[in-house]
């Protein structure tokens, strides 16, 4: 089912601009219709139910390895004796853990429409199971935008702040910060093990860039290239680049 699913930011910062301050469930149903007439949202089909199911896995996930990352800190700091209670706590952590994982994988494979899109997406040297179900779930739009969109869609894609003579610094700023966290950590592998990305990231080093503005573009270079390759259902070569 086709819905459009606003942005309340957005939305709030438009109110403030045409001078609605008030707020009662009156005001908000004729200032989202007013929004909707004028900024016209890009409409987009319902999360199905699987992805949704994925999405929430992924989610306790992210909270199990939270929890797991805590306890194995608290055992450079704690007493002796509660390192065993410790211990076994990271152990149950673990399996939950791989009880999710596990979860997730079955649930992937059951779907005929994400098997093909999980053989394109696991082919690419650096993207793990994580990535991909992150992708699946939270980036439904892969393969469907250009170039710049899905870069602007995961938060990657630099903005002009520019006045007059003044040129400021070239920012990034909103997007989906699950999708962009996931691709930071996976381009931490993929300029190890993936040749396109690595030489990539080594050249703009040697130019001078800041490693974070490297790792930035690679993340950028990195989804543009997974949205051709799901829209092309293309596996991964090395003359991509």
Request: proline share 5%; with cysteine; net charge positive.
């Amino acid at each position: 089912m086709p819905v459009v699913v606003a942005n309340p930011l957005q939305v709030r910062r438009y109110a403030g601009a045409i001078g609605l301050l008030a707020k009662t469930d009156a005001f908000d149903a004729r200032l989202i219709a007013d929004f909707d007439a004028i900024v016209k949202p890009p409409v987009r089909q319902l999360v199905d139910t699987k992805s949704r199911e994925i999405k929430d896995l992924l989610v306790r996930r992210r909270q199990l390895v939270a929890m797991a990352t805590m306890e194995k800190n608290r055992l450079t700091i704690m007493p002796k004796a509660l390192l065993p209670d410790i211990h076994r706590h990271l152990q149950h952590l673990n399996r939950q853990i791989e009880k999710i994982d596990a979860t997730l994988e079955a649930a992937v494979r059951a779907a005929p429409e994400w098997a093909k899109t999980r053989e394109i997406l696991l082919s690419v040297p650096g993207v793990g199971p994580t990535t991909l179900y992150t992708l699946l779930a939270d980036l439904p739009e892969l393969g469907r935008l250009k170039p710049k969109q899905i870069a602007a869609l995961t938060g990657v894609a630099p903005f002009n702040r520019d006045s007059g003579r003044l040129r400021g610094k070239r920012r990034i700023r909103g997007g989906r910060a699950s999708v962009r966290t996931v691709l930071y950590m996976g381009v931490l592998s993929s300029i190890q093990c993936n040749p396109i990305l690595r030489r990539f990231y080594n050249r703009l080093v040697a130019q001078g860039k800041h490693k974070k503005v490297a790792i930035t573009a690679c993340i950028r270079k990195l989804i543009v290239i997974l949205n051709a390759m799901v829209r092309d259902q293309q596996k991964w070569n090395e003359n991509m680049d």
